[in-house]
């Protein structure tokens, strides 16, 4: 089980990082809702999931954020608490986020601003 690296943005921010339209994110959770705590939904839930690519991108930024693989360069490993817990933390400040997208390659869409993103989050 890998450790990976979440953004925290406002709905809009985090359905413009999945690449869906507008109002995907009130689709999906629609259909968590209606399925995931059933226990005669499940095939369900993956179903509606899976059958929708839009609602299926921003399930995946939801439950697997920007992936398992991420670099804390060695500035912020102790102001993040990534030098104390590397399982749990969170990154705060444009420059700080810029830091870890540039040390894991992680490229934002062109139409998502760093300024729009609140926080990294890893766990």
Same mark, same amino acid.
């Given at each position: 089980?890998?450790?990976?690296?979440?953004?925290?943005?406002?709905?809009?921010?985090?359905?413009?990082?999945?690449?869906?339209?507008?109002?995907?994110?009130?689709? %999906?959770? $629609?259909?968590?809702?209606?399925?995931? +705590?059933?226990?005669? =939904?499940?095939?369900?839930?993956?179903?509606? /999931?899976?059958?929708?690519?839009?609602?299926?991108?921003?399930?995946?930024?939801?439950?697997?954020?920007?992936?398992?693989?991420?670099?804390?360069?060695?500035e %912020?490993? $102790?102001?993040?608490?990534?030098?104390? +817990?590397?399982?749990? =933390?969170?990154?705060?400040?444009?420059?700080n /986020?810029?830091?870890?997208?540039?040390?894991?390659r992680?490229?934002?869409?062109?139409?998502?601003?760093?300024?729009?993103?609140?926080?990294?989050?890893?766990?």
């Amino acid at each position: 089980m890998g450790t990976r690296l979440y953004p925290v943005a406002k709905i809009e921010v985090l359905e413009k990082l999945a690449n869906v339209p507008p109002g995907t994110h009130q689709k %999906l959770k $629609e259909v968590e809702s209606k399925y995931w +705590n059933k226990s005669i =939904g499940k095939d369900d839930f993956y179903f509606h /999931i899976f059958s929708d690519s839009n609602i299926n991108k921003m399930h995946k930024i939801m439950t697997e954020g920007f992936g398992k693989s991420f670099t804390i360069p060695e500035e %912020l490993q $102790e102001c993040s608490g990534y030098k104390e +817990n590397p399982y749990a =933390g969170v990154i705060r400040g444009k420059e700080n /986020i810029n830091k870890v997208l540039d040390a894991s390659r992680i490229a934002l869409p062109y139409n998502v601003y760093v300024d729009e993103i609140e926080a990294l989050n890893w766990c």
